[in-house]
């Protein structure tokens, strides 16, 4: 399967600043790439889908301009929160997909204080 | 919308007992179905991957069985270890490459 990492693995910013995550497809050309978020003692939630060369597909609730994605390359995509604010904090989650089998990123823990 | 639904949400069990963890979902046009583990604080481990067209997947312990038509999976973990302590999450595969997550189990061992 596919490796994927992410960095950084944990952050922790102050509220009114911007993050960028970054997701790596080590071995495996992602035209598509997924970014989730999991909050405390919940499980994933889509919250886009993100295709190299073109705009960002977000699921319903999800700010586009909050959470700003670039997919510029097959192997990176990246994931800025902008103005991060505590709710923000959370477990983002990127994957990359493979006939419909997807490989996902060890995560990164945002802490917004 | 696909809906994945989890139970139970924790368990506790004595070290080498059989369990089961179930899984449903609410559509049953799925391309596969998938169970993930994952650690306190870490990403998902691929645990078993189960086509739509299959009955059951198995690896060591683990056996994992779909039934597409009434929306259910389960996960059969024989001979528990306090190792598998963990949250049990299963995860349906739909057009688009689109992942549906369930709620989780939360699976705790005793030794």
């Known amino acids: 399967g596919a490796v994927v990492s992410q960095h950084p693995s944990w952050v922790i910013c102050k509220s009114g600043t911007s993050v960028k995550i970054e997701c790596r497809s080590l071995d495996f050309q992602a035209t598509t790439m997924f970014w989730y978020r999991q909050f405390p003692k919940q499980s994933l939630m889509l919250m886009a889908t993100?295709?190299?060369?073109?705009?960002?597909?977000?699921e319903q609730g999800v700010e586009k301009d909050k959470f700003l994605i670039n997919h510029a390359s097959l192997t990176l995509s990246t994931l800025t929160v902008t103005s991060a604010h505590p709710e923000d904090s959370s477990f983002y989650i990127c994957?990359?997909?493979?006939?419909?089998?997807?490989?996902f990123g060890p995560g990164t823990r945002l802490t917004v204080t | 919308k696909q809906e994945v639904t989890q139970i139970p949400a924790a368990l506790s069990v004595p070290e080498g007992e059989n369990l089961v963890l179930n899984c449903s979902f609410t559509?049953?046009?799925?391309?596969?179905l998938q169970w993930f583990r994952q650690d306190p604080g870490k990403g998902l481990t691929s645990l078993l991957l189960i086509q739509s067209s299959q009955r059951e997947q198995t690896s060591g312990r683990l056996n994992a069985s779909l039934d597409k038509s009434s929306g259910r999976s389960t996960l059969y973990i024989a001979a528990s270890q306090p190792g598998d302590s963990a949250t049990y999450l299963c995860a349906v595969a739909h057009t688009g490459n689109q992942f549906y997550f369930g709620t989780g189990t939360s699976l705790t061992v005793i030794p």
């Open positions: 559509d049953s046009a799925i391309y596969n």
């Open positions: 993100s295709n190299e060369g073109s705009k960002a597909t977000y």
């Open positions: 994957s990359v997909g493979e006939l419909y089998e997807q490989y």
